[in-house]
Each structure stands twice: as C-alpha cells, then as structure tokens.
C-alpha cells in the first residue's frame, strides 16, 4: 500500500487499540499514503501530526453499539443481526461525512484495526453490501472458529462477512490458521506481526522502584486487563503455595470483577484482604504501553497462562523484546511459539500446582535453555509490518 488515501477506523480506544492505531499510521504515512483516521481521541497523534501535516487527518469518532436485551435466544439473534447491520450503516454514514468535512476527494481503502467488533455469523456479506459500498480490509484479532470447533445452528456462517465484493483482503496475527481462513472466505489471507510500542526505558525507575520492593527475590508478573481467561485464579493459589523468601509476585491492572461469579469474586476479595508480603498489586488501567514495558522490564518471568485462549498475544512480543521467559498454556498459538522459539515453558492450564512447578523450573533452567528472543521479535517487529505494508497492492 503505497501513495493511497487508507481511512483507519476504530470505534475503541484504550490499551493496544492507541498502540495499533499509532503505529498502524505511522507505518501507512512513511509508506507515502495519506492517512484519515476515525478514532475516539484524537490527542495522540500529535506528534504525527507534526511530522507529517496535512498527510494525516483525524475524525473523533464514537458510535455506539449497545443491542437491546431479550431473554428469548431468537430475538436475541434477530437484535444482534439488526444492530450489527445498524453499525455498518452508522460507519458508512460517518466515514462519508468526514471525508466531506476534511475535503477528501477519494479513499481507496478503508482498515478496520478492530475487525471482530462489527462482525455476525448470522449476517451475510451480501446485506453488509448494500449498506457499504467502499473498498475494505482489516485486521481479525480473534479468527475462534478457525482454532476452535463447535456445533453451528444450520443458519451460522462465521465469517461470511469477510466474502463481501468489497473486501479486498483480511489480515490476521495467527500463522497457523492462514490457509484454511483463506479457503473458507477464497481470498487473500495476510499474516501481519502482533506489534508492540518499543520503548526502552534506559532509566527505568519503576524497576527500580520494584527491585527495591522485591528485596533480591525473583520476580514474576502478570499483567494486562485482569479478565478470568488470564488465570488470576490459579495465580491466587498458586501465590499461596510460594515460599514467600524466594518469589515475588506483580500483578497489574484492571480487574474485570464481572467476569468472575460470586463465589470466585469471595476468593480474590479475601486474597487480597490478607496483603501477601511477596506481592505488588496494581489492580488500575495500566497508563501506557511505556508504562507496561517498564513494568515488563522489571520481572525474571512473564505469566501468560490463558484459559481456553487460542489467539496472539503480544506480550510474547514484549517477552522477546526484553528477553524475558514467559509461561503459558500448553495448547493453541501461543504454545506452538513458545516451543518454536524456546521462549519458555507450556504447562497444563487452571493447574496451580504446575504453574509453581514451572516457575521453579525456569529459573532453574534459564541458563541451559536457548531462547529465540531476536528471532522472534524480528518477526514481530513494526520493521517487519512495514515490509508487509508496503508489499500488499490495493
């Protein structure tokens, strides 16, 4: 994609979502295209904006997307197909009246940098059609249904969407589902690299700060939004099993308390009541990806043992880019990089007893094993998107 007029939309922001949506631009822009930017902030591109001027142009956007609620599991699927239809009609609509007000002529392509948010296995590409008609692509965070079988109602069609005329390609993070992704929706399928922000803080006084908490113990961290699927319970007991001497645990940011039912809500609340004295807790919105990698920086090992989690996850990018071991689920994407690349250890999930086990081991064996770390992040790297970038014709 070189010298084109490419619209990035996301209607989230947050997180990775300002991660990707920066680098995605800064990427598109050093390639020559103009870039029109539908986000919710519009803040964070200063410094873009500067570099590049009238290159890049934002829109604040914010649509919602709130389906009403039924109990009758029909009418639920009629809502969800109605509003997802609704969503698309609202992005057109969006789209034309801030290509009008920035004085835009043209856009050859329009980058959904959240695909999966306006997706419906009960939608087909054809509806989607009538109600956009310009050229499209985006990025498939979460492709389930091509790690994950399961039973379909005879009127399911995952994906049929991404077979609309006017999609030119879909772009994916998991190389392990490409070709069956792209025989399923016949066209073209682009691997693109789970990016990260590649800050390195040279003066890191978090980690001091944390190495002076840590008292010479080993450090190891969990991080990210704190959903039930990253293990925060099996961390739990496993922190209890810990000789308190010889570990330190970092947990960091939002717990997302709705995920858990009562019961397990109990077992976190009293957790956290006694102040374990090997653990630092920093249970807020974690403020940057500097921050994170600060934080990243500061650990001996990285926890990523997610639940029934079949997707990338670019915490195995920032692992790479700090050189530090991580230990995650034995099944899925993320462990058949871990094994390719020697990045750690895969353990059995929801085990407690492994996870202790394995951390033991790590450290142990950090000095035997033979890590890829360059390798892997090489193919991770906003180096590598930008060869892709700038390989893909529209």
């Known amino acids: 994609m070189r010298n084109k007029s490419i619209v990035l939309f996301d209607n989230l922001s947050g997180g990775h979502h300002e991660t990707y949506v920066s680098i995605y631009a800064k990427n598109l822009l050093e390639l020559g295209n103009k870039v029109l930017i539908f986000y919710p902030r519009d803040d964070i591109f200063l410094s873009l904006k500067k570099q590049y001027g009238d290159q890049i142009k934002i829109v604040k956007t914010n649509i919602d997307f709130d389906a009403p609620v039924f ?228 650990c001996d090992i990285l926890l990523a043992v997610y639940e029934n989690f079949p997707h990338s996850s670019n915490i195995l990018t920032k692992a790479a880019l700090f050189n530090k071991f991580v230990i995650t689920s034995n099944r899925y994407l993320m462990a058949e990089r871990v094994k390719k690349f020697q990045l750690g250890i895969c353990i059995e999930q929801e085990n407690p007893t492994k996870l202790l086990g394995a951390i033991k081991a790590l450290l142990q064996e950090s000095k035997t094993l033979q890590p890829r770390f360059e390798i892997y992040f090489s193919e991770h790297s906003q180096r590598k998107l930008l060869k892709i970038l700038s390989e893909i014709e529209v």
Request: aromatic share 12%; hydrophobic share 45%.
């Open 71 to 298: 109990k009758n599991k029909y009418l639920v699927i009629v809502s969800n197909i109605l509003s997802t239809i609704l969503i698309w009609i609202k992005i057109n609509s969006t789209i034309k009246k801030g290509i009008k007000e920035l004085q835009e002529d043209r856009v050859d392509l329009v980058f959904f940098l959240w695909l999966d948010s306006f997706l419906n296995e009960f939608l087909r590409c054809w509806m989607v059609n009538l109600f956009f008609k310009f050229k499209w692509a985006g990025l498939y965070f979460h492709p389930r249904d091509m790690r994950i079988d399961r039973r379909l109602l005879i009127f399911q069609k995952p994906n049929n969407i991404l077979k609309s005329k006017f999609c030119k390609f879909i772009a994916i993070l998991d190389e392990g589902v490409v070709d069956k992704l792209s025989s399923c929706i016949n066209k073209k399928v682009y691997v693109f690299p789970d990016v990260t922000d590649e800050t390195i803080e040279q003066n890191n006084q978090l980690k001091n700060d944390i190495l002076d908490k840590a008292k010479g113990r080993k450090i190891i961290g969990m991080f990210g939004g704190l959903s039930k699927y990253k293990g925060l319970l099996s961390l739990i007991e496993t922190i209890k099993k810990a000789d308190s001497k010889k570990y330190f645990f970092i947990i960091a940011g939002k717990i997302i308390m709705h995920d858990f039912n009562e019961k397990e809500a109990k077992v976190i609340d009293n957790f956290l009541g006694n102040k374990p004295s090997n653990c630092l807790f920093i249970f807020e919105r974690i403020a940057s990806e500097r921050s994170f990698n600060m934080l990243v920086d500061s």
